[in-house]
């Protein structure tokens, strides 16, 4: 692992665009810096020893940005490591001679003090998080340096403007002027700058958003023709096997018979597949959702009616439980009969002979639930994160039972969520298994 | 004299399929390829049962042949058998109960065909 991992926001690419960004409002402080060395030298403010001195940390800023500039356009490789490392000390080099140019102004009465904030807003935009609070503390130790040497004696303070009542020189009040402007327009574009790149960044996703729903769109698409086209064939078949079949009957011997058997019930399975197929891009189309209000008691009772039949097959108690209130729920009354009849069919299917299926609908405040659970064979703890995947059957839900696509669960999922419903399983091996579907109710609808 | 079943169905091998089994239990087949062809043969052949498939040039158009077969005085009273295609994924549902209301249509068949069901369903529903 990397310590700066790339990221879309934060690459090597983008962080040599703010080492040139940050270069290029180097030379903007720079030629600020010019003009007030020769604005102190016109109007005479504060002594021509300490004009020297702020000349040479213009010196120096000269120098170290021309060095920073030379070194940005005349690499082409550059690892993340080296951008941040190149970047702090940029900054920190920045931070000691704004600390410096402070000092010279009077330390805590200098109006410089305001473009400590600006190394604030820079390192906030342009380090991973957590650096604008690292820079923070670095501002304020070099900030508190020369307060506390002052004070301790260990350097003399610097009273940079003359005169007993400063502010009554124009020169004075048009400097502190300035610099309020500068501080001002400065916090603003800084301000400017960080939301514009997040609006970059949020149009950039929005489009990759886009683009991906497309995909998914045309992926359905793709699936539903082609599961349909497929189908047709398919059917005329199987058709054509079952007559077959029906025409030889008892001509042909039981080798050949059972082949076509055979046949007959492959054609059925790749039908099904391709049904399940069809079934887990419904909804993808707005022609296709019916949403109605449905009763949720009603919808349940006759799947259970219906599938009585299977469970007697098998012995088992197949149990309704609903509640005493009315549930009406806005859906999709396909999408929902599907959800609940493979999840009954499932528990009977994977439970035994004599075994228990229940259906428990409960109605709360801001959303129903509808249990199926069972004491079958169960769905062991690693395998239950899979249940849910296209095509996934559990290995021991191959061994007992030869059927199934392996969709059936996926498209459960798939019409849950169409209506932003959510299922959960919990199940213990040898145990049984409870799905618990939730539905939630919407009060503007 | 024998009883007489139109298919109208574009699936060459299915109508065979079809007329096999139906020949076998003692019917006479006739068969038409789109839903034009079919009213023709309606008109010449007058079946004594019709299988429309729902789903031949356009997703829907055996509906508009049944609702062509009802209006016209000379053939409404002929029994439409209507198959449906597999697992309704065009997003139509068909419920012979519920839509037998506004699909002008005695029966509804599920493919693929099963031949004793379509034997079944031709029996019940040609008349006497």
């Known amino acids: 692992m990397s310590l700066f991992p790339e990221t879309p926001v934060f690459n090597t690419a983008s962080m040599l665009r703010r080492d040139k960004w940050l270069i290029r409002l180097r030379w903007l402080a720079l030629l600020g810096l010019t003009a007030g ?9 504060g002594d021509s020893d300490i004009i020297l001195k702020i000349s040479l940390v213009a010196v120096v800023l000269l120098l170290s940005n021309s060095a920073y500039w030379a070194y940005a356009t005349n690499r082409k490789q550059y ?8 970047l702090n000390i940029q900054m920190v080099v920045d931070l000691i001679l704004l600390t410096l140019l402070v000092y010279f102004t009077g330390s805590g009465e200098s109006p410089l003090v305001f473009f400590y904030l600006f190394h604030i807003i820079l ?5 991973p998080g957590g650096f604008s609070y690292i820079y923070s503390g670095l501002v304020m130790t070099f900030y508190s340096i020369p307060l ?7 350097i003399g303070h610097i009273h940079f403007f003359h005169g007993d009542h400063p502010m009554e020189e124009p020169s004075v009040i048009i400097l ?4 309020m402007m500068i501080t001002v327009f400065g916090a603003a574009y800084l301000a400017q700058n960080v939301t514009n790149r997040h609006r970059r960044v949020y149009k950039r996703l929005k489009s990759a958003n886009k683009k991906l729903q497309e995909l998914n769109e045309s992926k359905t698409t793709f699936f539903r023709f082609a599961s349909h086209e497929m189908k047709a064939p398919i059917a005329t078949i199987q058709s054509t096997l079952m007559v077959v079949e029906d025409v030889l009957g008892d001509k042909v011997d039981t080798q050949v018979h059972d082949m076509l058997g055979r046949a007959i019930n492959r054609t059925a399975e790749v039908i099904e597949m391709l049904k399940d197929l069809a079934d887990l891009t419904y909804g993808n189309f707005q022609e296709q959702q019916r949403f109605e209000a449905l009763d949720l008691k009603l919808m349940l009772s ?3 009616t219906n599938n009585k039949v299977d469970a007697e097959r098998k012995k088992q108690n197949l149990s309704l439980n609903l509640p005493r209130r009315e549930c009406i729920y806005w859906g999709d009354m396909m999408a929902l009969k599907k959800v609940f009849l493979n999840l009954i069919t499932n528990a009977i299917r994977y439970t035994q002979t004599g075994g228990e299926v229940s259906v428990t609908l409960s109605h709360h405040d801001e959303y129903y639930t509808i249990d199926v659970q069972d004491n079958g064979v169960g769905i062991p703890k690693e395998e239950q994160v899979n249940i849910f995947k296209e095509f996934y059957r559990t290995p021991s839900a191959r061994k007992q039972v030869s059927e199934g ?4 669960l996926a498209i459960v999922l798939r019409m849950i969520e169409l209506h932003e419903g959510t299922i959960t399983v919990t199940s213990n091996e040898g145990e049984g298994s409870r799905f618990t579907v939730t539905l939630p109710l919407e009060e503007h609808l | 004299m024998a009883k007489k079943v139109l298919i109208i169905d574009d699936d060459f091998d299915l109508v065979e399929a079809m007329r096999i089994t139906l020949e076998a239990a003692g019917f006479e087949v006739v068969d038409a390829q789109d839903g034009e062809k079919g009213l023709e043969k309606i008109r010449s052949e007058s079946p004594d049962l019709v299988v429309l498939d729902v789903m031949m040039s356009s997703i829907d158009e055996g509906f508009h042949v049944a609702y062509k077969i009802r209006e016209d005085e000379a053939m409404k009273d002929v029994p439409i058998v ?8 065009t997003g139509f549902q068909f419920n012979p109960g519920k839509d037998a209301d506004f699909l002008p249509v005695d029966a509804f068949l599920e493919k693929p065909v099963n031949p004793k069901k379509l034997v079944d369903i031709v029996r019940q529903n040609i008349k006497a």
Not at chain 1, 37 to 45: D, T
Not at chain 1, 148 to 154: A, I, K, N, S, T
Not at chain 1, 405 to 408: A, D, Q
């Open chain 1, 37 to 45: 060395v020769i604005y102190f030298s016109v109007f005479q403010l």
């Open chain 1, 79 to 86: 690892s993340m490591l080296e951008l941040v490392s190149l």
């Open chain 1, 123 to 127: 390192a906030s935009i342009i380090f």
């Open chain 1, 148 to 154: 506390l040497l002052e004070y301790f004696g260990v």
């Open chain 1, 176 to 179: 502190k002027w300035v610099m």
């Open chain 1, 302 to 304: 006759e799947l259970v």
């Open chain 1, 405 to 408: 696509t392996g969709l059936g």
């Open chain 2, 82 to 89: 209507m198959l449906t295609a597999v697992g309704n994924q």
